[in-house]
């Protein structure tokens, strides 16, 4: 990673060692100098058509698109069949074109503030290898074109919540970076709206649908352990920008407030497997795979929380990388869209090329080989061919975590009950001494 290699981690708390790279680095840089006290990077003299390719990649985030289409990809593939391969293609599309836009524009406005940043100093505008103008045509062009895919391929909504993230990443997320630290959680929102954007896409733009939500939440709460730990890291290279970020700001409390919110944030992320299996939005069993997972993005949050060096905050950033993917792909098998079963007999009926039928039977068999492995399904299992009695029924209730899903909601509708009752009485009151 290109974090501040030059931090101390034998003391309890990362201090600045000052390599020799960053020495003499505090003095402010000037109109002709960036943060080093050297000249700018001098452009190409006759940049080449590779040049300019390397250029448009850089300016679009190639990396960070790929991410957005991923997780648009996973929005859309939770939503279960029919799959529409058209609205499939212009929704990733759309997404990544989306992104593009917002991503150029953003880096035309901050040029003057990259120039002072290590990790950013070499950005194409910063070079000089294309001009702003030329940028802004990029933006332009992949803006109004993703917009268009998106209207034209998927529905009002997906393109509405597409060229709307381009407002509001280019727009407020920028605007509030050298200015206040929430800016981070605007921009988890940006983040939060393209695996949405893959839910509306294939359901004919169904924004409040309880799977919307459970996406969108994911992927708000990833970002903060995501971010704080890759901002801590970078934390003397987004001083130098002038960026109002939350590890910036935090040095002289040696890191305090940067560790507790990677600690709560992962904790609220760790929820989301239970929450949308006791909403009936997955299998019971992705909150039961989702405990791995979440244990171990516990356990390196709280190694950060007490030494915090960049060695630790690594681990988180790194942690956050495979962790996203695993956990979508876990959601995607558990969801009540692709719960369905397939049975032997209704498979010879079904068409090989039928990509949804092919995955549909890869997911029962990757589920049936799961039940394989639990625990709780083994002594289910046993038990009932001891007795010959069980059925799937009583299986299913030997479960522990489907054991305690009802409970809540038993639980949860004795709380309502009690709740409309005490209304009642009180009403009931209030109109008796009324009358007095």
Partial sequence: QEGVRCLS??????????CDEDKNNNEIPTENSNSYGTAPPSPPLSPTTSDYVAATLELSKARLSALVVVTTGAGFLTAG???????????????????????????????????RMKRTRNRPLVRGTVTPQTAAALAA?????????LALGTDPVTAALGVGNIA?????????????????????IVGAVPPVM??????????????????????????????????????????????????VNDIDTNGDRTAALINRYTWYMSTIPIVSSVLGATSS??????????????????RFDRERSNSNARKVFLTSLWYLPCLMTLFILHSRRWRNPIEEDEQTKLDDDDVVAVLRRRVSQIRNAGRELCLHEILAIAEGDENEKSDAKSKEEKCPVVLGKSKVTEATEVGAATVVAATAV????GMQSGTK
């Fill in 426 to 429: 009180t009403a009931r009151e």
């Fill in 198 to 247: 893959g839910w509306t896409a294939a359901t004919g733009g169904s924004l409040f649908d309880l799977e919307a939500a459970l996406l969108g939440s994911t992927l708000f709460l990833w970002q903060f352990p995501h971010f704080f730990a890759l901002s801590w890291m970078h934390r003397t290279d987004y001083a130098r920008g002038g960026f109002q970020m939350v590890p």
């Fill in 9 to 18: 981690t034998t003391n309890k708390v990362a201090t600045d060692t000052s």
């Fill in 285 to 302: 069993m992705f909150a039961v795979e989702g405990i791995v997972l979440n244990a171990y993005a516990l356990y390196v949050a709280k």
């Fill in 81 to 115: 069949g029919p799959l529409s391969y058209s609205a499939l293609a212009a929704a990733t599309a759309g997404t990544a074109l989306c992104s593009s836009s917002a991503s150029t524009l953003n880096q035309i406005f901050e040029i003057d503030r990259d120039k």
């Fill in 168 to 188: 509001l990443y280019a727009g407020l997320y920028t605007y509030l970076k050298p200015r206040s630290e929430i800016n981070t959680w605007v921009g988890a």
């Fill in 141 to 149: 062009t992949t803006g109004i074109s993703g917009g268009s895919i």
